[in-house]
């Protein structure tokens, strides 16, 4: 079974930055879209960023783009999203998805998730 696992979440300041990690195991890495979404208390999970399987394609909620980067390493199975001039609607729990094939932005398509690293961003 994927088994996703990510890391990096903590407590920091508005326009602060954070590197939350991805690791993978499982299933063969490079055959998975991997996606960053996230939820905040009370609120739907929301799209945040997507990576191709190769890592040559991403795309980016129009609320994080210009400040957040996913990228991902095949050979070491992490995907790394990098959050940077953090808002304070930023704060939320963050989690990692994979599927096989082509990233999309529907939760609903992905079955392969990480338990969540928690993101405060302070006002």
């Known amino acids: 079974q994927v088994r996703l696992v990510e890391t990096g979440g903590g407590l920091v300041q508005t326009g602060g930055s954070l590197r939350l990690s991805c690791a993978f195991s499982?299933?063969?890495?490079?055959?998975?879209?991997v996606n960053w979404f996230r939820q905040a208390p009370g609120k739907e999970r929301e799209f945040v960023a997507a990576?191709?399987?190769?890592?040559?394609?991403?795309s980016y909620a129009d609320s994080v783009k210009g400040r957040f980067t996913i990228s991902r390493d095949n050979a070491n199975r992490t995907v790394i999203l990098q959050m940077n001039s953090l808002k304070a609607e930023d704060t939320a729990v963050y989690y990692c998805?994979?599927?096989?094939?082509?990233?999309?932005?529907?939760?609903?398509?992905?079955?392969?998730w990480g338990p969540g690293t928690q993101v405060t961003v302070s006002s």
């Open positions: 990576i191709s399987r190769g890592g040559g394609a991403s």
């Open positions: 998805a994979a599927r096989l094939g082509d990233a999309v932005r529907d939760s609903f398509s992905y079955r392969s």
């Open positions: 499982g299933g063969f890495f490079a055959t998975y879209a």
